[in-house]
């Protein structure tokens, strides 16, 4: 099982990126879907979960500018960041269970500038 994630990049702040995350290697249907990040010196952090059944929770931080959704059919999770902060700077770990264990990608730097 691998999971892919794409989309990272340098932004301005006050801008937007969406990343996207795709599982391969399985024929099952995730389970929970999310999206974590991890600044430099810093614990990972979770930004956002969305489960089987569309029922979506968000970190404080990011409630109002990101947006988490996926697309079952495919294994595909997403993240739509908006009004990105320099604070949101980071590389962001998509993760999806898949019942016996979860699995992590590799990560995506998202770097902001003020």
């Known amino acids: 099982v691998q999971l892919q994630a794409s989309g990272g990049g340098l932004v301005q702040a006050g801008g937007c990126l969406t990343l996207?995350?795709?599982?391969?290697?399985?024929?099952?249907?995730?389970?929970?879907m999310g999206w974590y990040r991890q600044a430099p010196g810093k614990q990972r952090e979770v930004v956002a979960v969305?489960?089987?059944?569309?029922?979506?929770n968000y970190a404080d931080s990011v409630k109002g500018r990101f947006t988490i959704s996926r697309d079952g059919a495919k294994n595909t999770v997403f993240l739509q960041m908006n009004s990105l902060k320099p604070e949101d700077t980071a590389v962001y770990y998509c993760?999806?269970?898949?019942?016996?264990?979860?699995?992590w990608g590799k990560g995506t730097q998202v770097t902001v500038s003020s």
């Open positions: 969305i489960s089987s059944t569309g029922v979506r």
């Open positions: 996207s995350c795709a599982v391969s290697g399985t024929i099952f249907r995730a389970d929970a």
């Open positions: 993760s999806a269970d898949l019942g016996r264990r979860i699995y």
